[in-house]
C-alpha cells in the first residue's frame, strides 16, 4: 500500500519582505546580472517583483551537510493579494564547482499547486498557458506591450512541468 504524503503547507511572504528582497536583488551584482542576461529588462524586474531570498540547500547526509545560498525569487501572489509565495532559482550563478552537495536549481517548497497568472486584462477572449514562471513573466511584457493588451491573459502552473493543479485552479484559465 502506497501512501500519498500531505504537500507541505503554504509558506508566504508579507510585501515588506518582498519590497526588501526587490532592493537586495538591486544591490547584488552576480544576481541582477543573471537575470538581465536571462533578457530581463529593469522595468521587467520591477513590475514582476523579481527580489532575493535565502534558501536551505544542500543534503544532511553528505558531510556539508546543509547550507543558505541566495536565490531569485519570483514572487507569486495569493488569491486576495495579501500575501505572496516565492518561487526560487537558487544562486545560478554560482559554478558547478562551487555547488554544495544535493544542490538543486529551483525551490518551490510551500507553494500550492496552482494558477499564476502574469497578465490578466478585465475580460480576457483567450489564456496562452506558458511552461513556466519566466516564459510567463516575458510573454506577459510582450502582450502588455502590444495589442493584444485587452485580448490574452498569461498564465502558468506552479507545480512544475507534467503536473496539472487542481480543478478549481484551471477555472482561473479564461477564454
Request: aromatic share 8%.
Amino acid at each position: 500500500q502506497t501512501i500519498k504524503a500531505e504537500p507541505p503547507a503554504a509558506i508566504t511572504a508579507n510585501p515588506q519582505t518582498i519590497k526588501q528582497g526587490h532592493a537586495a536583488l538591486l544591490k547584488n551584482p552576480n544576481a541582477l546580472t543573471w537575470v538581465l542576461d536571462r533578457g530581463f529588462t529593469m522595468g521587467q524586474i520591477q513590475h514582476f517583483k523579481l527580489g532575493l531570498a535565502r534558501t536551505k540547500v544542500g543534503d544532511s547526509s553528505k558531510p556539508n551537510g546543509y547550507t543558505h545560498l541566495p536565490s531569485i525569487a519570483i514572487p507569486i501572489p495569493n488569491d486576495d493579494g495579501t500575501a505572496y509565495f516565492r518561487k526560487k532559482r537558487v544562486a545560478p550563478w554560482l559554478p558547478k564547482a562551487e555547488r554544495p552537495d544535493g544542490y538543486q536549481a529551483w525551490n518551490q517548497y510551500g507553494i500550492p499547486s496552482m494558477v499564476f497568472t502574469t497578465h490578466k486584462p478585465e475580460h480576457p477572449k483567450q489564456t496562452w498557458l506558458c511552461e513556466g514562471e519566466w516564459d510567463a513573466m516575458m510573454m506577459a511584457w510582450q502582450i502588455k506591450h502590444s495589442n493584444l493588451i485587452h485580448d490574452v491573459q498569461v498564465s502558468c502552473f506552479t507545480t512544475g512541468s507534467g503536473n496539472i493543479p487542481p480543478d478549481t485552479e484551471l477555472e482561473k484559465l479564461q477564454g
